[in-house]
Structure formats: C-alpha cells, structure tokens
C-alpha cells in the first residue's frame, strides 16, 4: 500500500499534552490570553520569579494564576508545550501531496525550528533547570524525528535518494533545533539557532542527492 506524506504525517504519534484537550476547551479567553502573556515573561528568565510576582507583572489575582496551574513550573511547561504544538500544527500544514518528499523534510523542518527561533539565554538556561521541562522537549524533538524519518522513508521508496540510515539522517537534521538552542552552545553561535539549523539541514539534503 502507497501512504501519501499527509498519511505518513498522521502515522506518527504526536507527545501527550500538559494540557489536556478537555482543559484546553475549556480555558477562558482571558487564561489563553495570560498564558500568551506567560511566554513573554519567561523568555526573560524565571527561576527567580515568584508566582506572587508574576500575579503582579499579569495585573491579575493569585487565585486566577492557581486556577490554571498548581505552580510556576507547572505554568512554564504549559505555556512552552502550547507554544510548541502551535508551531507544530504550522509545520505538519505545510506538508502536502503536490511536494516531493525531500522539499516536504525541507520545509516541514523550516517551519518546526521557528520554535526555537527566539529563543532567549536566559530562557535555555533556566528550561535545563526543570526535568519535566528536558522530557517534554525531548518527547516533542522525538516527535519531530519521526515525522522527518517518515518523510526520508517516502524519499527513499520513490528514488528521490539512495537508500540510506533514515533514522540516523532524521535523528542528526531534525535535532537541530533543540541541540543549537542548548545553553551551552546558543552562545557560541553567529546565527539563531533556527538559522543555524535550516543550513544544516540544507547541507545534508544536498549530500545526499549528490
């Protein structure tokens, strides 16, 4: 049987959520708005920031903030796994059938690494402060692996390139984002890490097509 790269996207099983779909729809337009608000104020950092304090930054009560989570960090993996499904969502449209299965990895990937494309130093290092926080990034850069595996699979099946590790090649391009946007390496960078990333993976896809 002959998957279309639509099909073989939806093969993949994406990571659990924070938030439930069930709490999801139920969030009021003024938490979605907080949680909007949330992501600024972590980019700037937030291990030192108290619930109290950002109660005050939101103008809003600290029984609302509690309402939506049972702590800070509970409240920064929400806000970064929403994010990161929004940017996902992005990345799996802009796959279609019309592409050939390599300009599918090239601009599936282009558009996942927006998610690390403003990404702060003082945002990296304190995200490697929270365990929950490396397992849920970890779960959604496995995710975004096996979708870019899935995609050089079809590449494969339809001689666009010559047989080759595709679990080795997915795991090297597709975890670039997240292995750029590392405390330890994001300064040492020239670009962005998502900059970065998109050449790589420009790289790769050349070499093996030469």
Do not use: W
Request: glycine content about 6%.
């Amino acid at each position: 049987m002959t998957f279309s790269l639509r099909d073989r996207l939806r093969q993949v099983p994406a990571p659990e959520p924070v938030l439930s779909r069930r709490r999801e729809a139920e969030l009021t337009a003024r938490q979605r708005e907080l949680l909007d608000e949330l992501g600024r104020i972590f980019d700037k950092g937030f291990v030192d920031v108290t619930m109290a304090e950002l109660a005050a930054q939101l103008n809003c009560s600290l029984r609302t903030l509690y309402g939506l989570a049972e702590g800070r960090n509970e409240l920064v993996l929400m806000v970064v796994d929403r994010n990161l499904r929004k940017v996902g969502r992005v990345a799996n449209r802009v796959v279609n059938d019309d592409m050939t299965a390599l300009d599918a990895v090239k601009a599936y990937l282009g558009a996942a690494t927006v998610a690390v494309q403003d990404i702060t130093p003082e945002f990296a290092d304190d995200m490697a402060t929270i365990p929950e926080g490396s397992a849920m990034n970890a779960d959604h850069s496995e995710y975004i692996i096996a979708v870019t595996r899935a995609l050089l699979d079809a590449a494969v099946e339809q001689g666009e390139i010559a047989a080759v590790d595709t679990a080795a090649v997915a795991r090297t391009i597709a975890g670039l984002g997240r292995e750029f946007a590392r405390p330890d390496v994001l300064p040492l960078l020239s670009s962005s890490p998502k900059d970065a990333a998109d050449a790589m993976v420009d790289v790769v896809l050349r070499g093996l097509t030469s």
